[in-house]
């Protein structure tokens, strides 16, 4: 059995009514949590991005228990992140929760201890792509939101083991707006 092509998609659907259109979405909406985020941020952006954004905020921090390395989660959150990554459609909200997940993860090592290198690999991958899509970004505005989280971060993560911390601080210096 073969899927459908984005283009045979488009196809079937300009073949249907406007009611029978408006049925597939309100169907997709009601049923599927990522067509509910993705018509909200596309829709009521302004009145839903905060949500959203504790939403997933709260999603990541359960994965993150300050009690035992063996509950921690972090594919999970990992997953989080990428959905987000995925469904967006505000620089902002994609780039704090990415920030959110490296500060979680940062906290945990701090309350647990050392972790092990595919744990940090696991931040340091989300913080450098984290970098790149703020450095994308056309202006400062973004940055200068996050900056005291950014550099509260790279405080934190000093002296965490596995080339961590110094993973943070040079990716951190590669932060196009920075001025220091």
Wanted: negative net charge; contains cysteine; glycine residues 4%.
């Amino acid at each position: 059995m073969s899927k459908l092509t984005n283009s045979a998609l488009k196809k079937c659907l300009r073949s249907l009514s406007w009611d029978a259109l408006e049925d597939i979405i309100s169907t997709l909406y009601k049923d599927s949590e990522q067509v509910h985020i993705y018509m909200n941020m596309r829709f009521n952006a302004e009145g839903y991005s905060t949500e959203l954004l504790e939403m997933y905020k709260t999603k990541i921090k359960r994965c993150f228990p300050l009690k035992d390395y063996g509950d921690c989660k972090t594919a999970e959150a990992h997953r989080y992140v990428k959905e987000m990554m995925k469904m967006s459609l505000q620089p902002f909200i994609t780039l704090d929760v990415m920030l959110y997940f490296v500060e979680c993860g940062n906290a945990f090592t701090q309350e647990v201890g050392d972790i092990d290198s595919r744990f940090y690999d696991s931040l340091l991958s989300v913080y450098c792509q984290f970098i790149e899509r703020m450095n994308a970004l056309e202006d400062d505005t973004v940055y200068l939101k996050l900056k005291d989280r950014v550099d509260a971060l790279v405080v934190n993560s000093r002296n965490i083991g596995w080339g961590y911390s110094d993973g943070i601080e040079e990716s951190t210096s590669e932060i196009i707006w920075k001025d220091d």
